[in-house]
Every structure is written in structure tokens, then in C-alpha cells.
């Protein structure tokens, strides 16, 4: 069928008289056009759709634009249903079906999401202004920079998934905003003595550990004892439970080997998992996220409060997190060099491993003397009063 055979262009005249272009109609006093596009399947399907032009010329002159667009790729048919909520469902099934541990996150920012934008709007509604003005809301209503750009991360991921399925032309730009975040902090040994002493007798070699080498806490209290091999003195996490979905290699020595030469001993028939939680017991179904152990967040603030200490960040305290903080600034002022101290933490990148070392000022003043002695064999210095002008 050619285009001149298609509905609208019979050439019957429209309410006011005249004869109407190729594809363009009158309904309900309403232009129409209509013309072929190419659907996912490869198939040519007749596209109907009602225009806001006030004369038959104009809307012939959209049928045209509408019908470059599509053959371009810059509109799809799929573009005119989908929604935001077809947005992040997408986003959501992605992560599920990749593993990704940070689901359970990216569900509250999906909901997020549709509460600000609508469930029902249009993805391909969605321009720059409308999100920056979701995003002037939500600094309005106290969220940092930070939480808004991970927000505004899923939905441009949820765009782009969308493309890539050709369900829409194109993603708008969407801003990302500047963050302030603070590098976080470094518990020093004292203070960590003293959470220590607070802390529950099933979570302070937990926090030993993870303060000797920075591992992550949920990766740590998933550790099965399956990952320990003590023949070879390491653990092996595999990739799915690691946050680069890279398996992870850790060399024990020192307290770290002690702490899980003593968690080893402490086996329990019925629990896979390294480290124990008060609960533990046959039959007892462990966190997904945090095995055992639990996450144990109570507990720390109770023992920061009982040794005196801020909690959290917005009170400028500690959080377990700042675990890895400590741990890479040591090693780091240790000697080590950046790719042992990724190879320790889990880092992926060295980036990211040196925005975790806070630089410990003790260990480069040392090192400033060292080089000051050294130079001073080499080069000595002139001795005032000396030969010379």
C-alpha cells in the first residue's frame, strides 16, 4: 500500500471545505495523521496519532517531521505508553537479574523516583528542566547532593536501558549535581580500643578485622568458612560476593590470621558463615545481606556512645564504614603501594582506593626525615661561618 492510499489522504474535503494532504484526517474536529513505521519486529505498521494543528497544511507538515523522526531512529512507537514506572521496573529487573547487591538501594530510589515524577508520566515526557526541578525539591527537602545524583544515576540508567531496547529515541540531559561529601574519618587505635570495649564479644573480633584490613561489611559478614582456606593462610570471596563482581584474594597474617583461626575453631554445623550472631541457631534463616552477624548497627552505636563518641555522620561521628578509611590509611602509611592496598581493600580502581587514604601525617613525617637524612649525606649542608662569601 502507498502513502496515498492510506486513510486521510482521499482527498475529501474537510469540515470547512478544501481538499486535505496525503495521511492527514479530520476526527471528532480533530486533525489526525497517519503513516507507516517500521516496528521492532521489522515490520511496517500504520501509526494513527492526533496532532494540535489548527489547518490541514500544518499537520501535513508534522506527518513529514513525524515520519523523518521515525526513520532516523529519533521516535519509536513504544515512546508514546512507556512510563516512569516502566522506567525503573526496567532498571530494577536489570540488577536483579545481574546480581547486584545494591538492589535493596536501588529499590527505595526507584520509589523514590515515582513518588516525585508520577508513576504514570511519560518517559519520553521527561525533560532537563522537569528533573532539575525534582531535584531543587528534593535539596529543599533536606537530601544531600550526593543521594540526588545516585537518584538521577538509576532513572538516566533506566533512560538508556530503554534506548538500547529501542523503546525511546533518546535520553534528555539530566544533571549531575555537585557533591560536598566529606572524605570520611579515621578511628584512631585508641578510640578503636574503646568502640572495642563496647562492642558485643560476637562483634569485636567483626570489627578487628575489619579494621586491620578494611573489607567491606556486608562482604565480611557474608564470608562462609567454604571461602577460608587455612592450609594457604587466605580467604577467597568469590565474585558475587564482592561489590566489583571480582572475586577477592586476601593473604592472612597477624591478628587477621588469629581472628579467623579463632572463628574457624568456633564452626558450627548447622551455620555455612564464618562469624556468628547471638541468634544463631538450627533452623534460623541469616540475613541475605549480612549473613549471621547481622548488621550490627545498634550495637555500634551503643558502644560509640559508651566510649563517649559521636555516631553517624550528620553528627560528624564514626560509622563501620570509616573501617575502610582507617585501614587503607594505615597500609598506606605502611609502605605499601596503591595497587597492595586495592589488593587488601577490595578496590577496584586507585582512585577510589586513594580518596579512602586520609594520609597519615605521623608516617609522612617520618618519611620527611628520612629524606632529609639521606639528602644530607649526599649534599651536606654548609656549615654557617665557612668559607665563602
Not at 507538515?61 to 512507556?82: D, N, V
Not at 562483634?203 to 582456606?229: C, E, K, S, W, Y
Not at 548488621?295 to 553517624?312: M, S, T
Not at 609502605?335 to 586495592?342: A, F, N, R, S
Request: hydrophobic share 35%.
Amino acid at each position: 500500500m502507498t502513502t496515498d492510499e492510506m486513510e486521510g489522504s482521499t482527498g475529501r474535503p474537510g469540515p470547512k471545505g478544501g481538499k486535505l494532504p496525503p495521511g492527514v484526517y479530520w476526527r471528532h474536529r480533530t486533525l489526525w495523521i497517519a503513516y507507516y513505521v517500521t516496528g521492532p519486529d521489522g515490520r511496517r505498521q500504520k501509526h494513527r496519532e492526533p496532532t494540535d494543528c489548527t489547518s490541514p497544511r500544518e499537520a501535513g507538515q508534522l506527518r513529514a517531521t513525524r515520519m523523518t523522526e521515525h526513520a532516523r531512529g529519533e521516535r519509536t512507537l513504544e515512546s508514546r505508553t512507556l512510563t516512569v514506572a516502566d522506567v525503573t521496573a526496567a532498571v530494577l529487573t536489570d540488577y536483579e537479574a545481574n546480581g547486584h547487591s545494591s538492589l535493596p538501594t536501588a529499590k527505595g530510589h526507584a520509589k523514590a523516583i515515582e513518588a516525585a515524577l508520577g508513576t504514570t508520566t511519560r518517559a519520553a515526557d521527561l525533560t532537563t528542566g522537569t528533573v532539575q526541578r525534582v531535584q531543587v525539591d528534593w535539596q529543599r527537602a533536606g537530601l544531600t547532593n550526593g543521594t540526588i545524583n545516585r537518584r538521577c544515576n538509576l532513572l538516566r540508567r533506566g533512560l538508556r536501558l530503554m534506548v538500547r531496547a529501542r523503546r525511546l529515541p533518546f535520553v534528555p540531559y539530566l544533571p549531575t549535581l555537585k557533591e560536598h561529601s566529606p572524605r570520611g574519618r579515621y578511628i584512631p587505635a585508641a578510640d578503636a580500643d574503646a568502640i572495642a570495649t563496647g562492642l558485643p564479644d560476637y562483634l569485636r573480633p567483626f570489627f578487628r578485622f575489619a579494621r586491620l584490613n578494611g573489607t567491606r561489611r556486608g562482604q565480611l559478614a557474608r564470608t562462609q568458612r567454604r571461602f577460608v582456606d587455612l592450609d594457604r593462610e587466605v580467604i577467597e570471596w568469590p565474585a558475587a560476593e564482592c561489590k566489583a563482581q571480582v572475586p577477592h584474594t586476601l593473604p592472612l597474617e597477624g591478628d587477621g590470621l588469629a581472628i579467623v583461626e579463632a572463628a574457624m575453631a568456633d564452626a558450627r554445623t548447622w551455620c555455612p558463615f564464618l562469624f556468628h550472631g547471638p541468634d544463631c541457631r538450627p533452623g534460623r534463616t541469616s540475613s541475605k545481606r549480612y549473613g549471621c552477624i547481622g548488621d550490627g548497627k545498634k550495637a555500634w552505636a551503643k558502644a560509640c556512645e559508651a566510649a563517649g563518641l559521636p555516631v553517624g555522620r550528620k553528627g560528624g561521628g564514626y560509622v563501620f564504614h570509616h573501617t575502610r578509611n582507617s585501614a587503607a590509611t594505615d597500609l598506606a602509611a605502611a609502605g605499601l603501594t596503591i595497587e597492595d592496598v586495592m589488593a587488601v581493600g577490595g578496590w577496584k580502581t586507585a582512585a577510589v582506593a586513594r580518596r579512602y587514604n586520609l594520609g597519615n601525617l605521623d608516617a609522612l613525617r617520618a618519611r620527611i626525615v628520612a629524606s632529609r637524612e639521606q639528602l644530607g649525606k649526599v649534599v651536606p649542608l654548609r656549615r654557617q661561618g665557612a668559607g665563602g662569601a
